[in-house]
């Protein structure tokens, strides 16, 4: 009776098994395909809600929890970023992805993708709720920590430009950091044009016009990468609008 029991627990344990990595296998492909089916640089709602719904679902398997986790954190955010949403949900949202994206944080801290979605939700949470709300749950030493130890760049220079600066309270951020960092994420990866924008967007916080439109040319002639079709659509798409912005300016001088 107990070898009956023995064979069929590690039956059910090994088929339990095969449908969470069926489910990572799903929502991998998911993942792969989020730009089919877009209409302009929105994703399609769909695709985007079976990824992250598969990959909760292998999350149940220990023997791929951390990849599993990673998707599901990699998917919201993407969800976040491109499938259509009404503004008004926009602050729940953000609040759900920051404390989904710490918990992960904390079990995998390690996993540079997911430190890369939680830093990246602290900073743009601490942007909307403000100075007083960021300095209380101490949002810049908390982005600084985690993009520190994941080395970075791009979120740690983001940072330093985004998030609130409060004098002789804070000494973190600081807009000079945000040029030394945002260079060091131009350097470490050419090919992601979001380092060009930011790097551009603080060039002409700086008034360095021809310095901005000269890294924007750069981002341009790179062309979108297929593998991150949306991201490099949205991003030519944000280098653009900051190349006419630049350009409406000059023109008033």
């Known amino acids: 009776m107990m070898k009956r029991f023995l064979v069929l627990f590690l039956l ?3 088929c339990g098994m095969g449908f969470a990595n069926e489910d990572l296998r799903v929502a991998d492909s998911c993942y792969a395909a989020r730009a089919e089916r877009a209409k302009g640089d929105k994703a399609d709602a769909k695709n985007a809600k079976m ?3 598969h990959y909760l679902k292998a ?6 929890w951390e990849r599993a986790t990673e998707g599901y954190v990699k998917s919201l955010f993407f969800s976040f970023r491109f ?3 009404e503004k008004n949900q926009r602050k729940a949202k953000l609040d759900s992805l920051k404390a989904i994206s710490e918990t992960a944080y904390q079990q995998f801290p390690k996993n540079k993708e997911i430190a890369h979605v939680y830093a990246s939700a602290l900073s743009m949470w601490g942007n909307e709720r403000g100075a007083l709300t960021s300095v209380k749950d101490g949002v810049a030493a908390k982005v600084r920590d985690v993009a520190t130890a994941a080395e970075d760049y791009q979120v740690l220079g983001r940072a330093h430009f985004v998030l609130p600066y409060v004098p002789l309270i804070l000494s973190w951020p600081d807009k000079k950091l945000a040029d030394k960092y945002l260079n060091m994420a131009l350097q470490k990866n050419p090919r992601d044009l979001y380092n060009y924008f930011f790097l551009a967007e603080l ?9 901005a439109l000269d890294l924007i040319d750069r ?3 790179r062309g979108i990468r297929t593998n991150y079709f949306l991201e490099d659509k949205r991003g030519r798409w944000e280098l653009k609008e900051l190349q006419k912005k630049i350009n409406a300016k000059l023109d008033k001088k």
């Open 12 to 14: 059910f344990a090994v």
């Open 59 to 64: 999350m149940g398997d220990s023997s791929v």
């Open 219 to 221: 981002g341009l002639s």
């Open 203 to 211: 060039r002409f916080d700086q008034k360095r016009y021809a310095d």
């Open 51 to 53: 990824m992250i719904e």
């Open 83 to 85: 499938v259509h949403f």
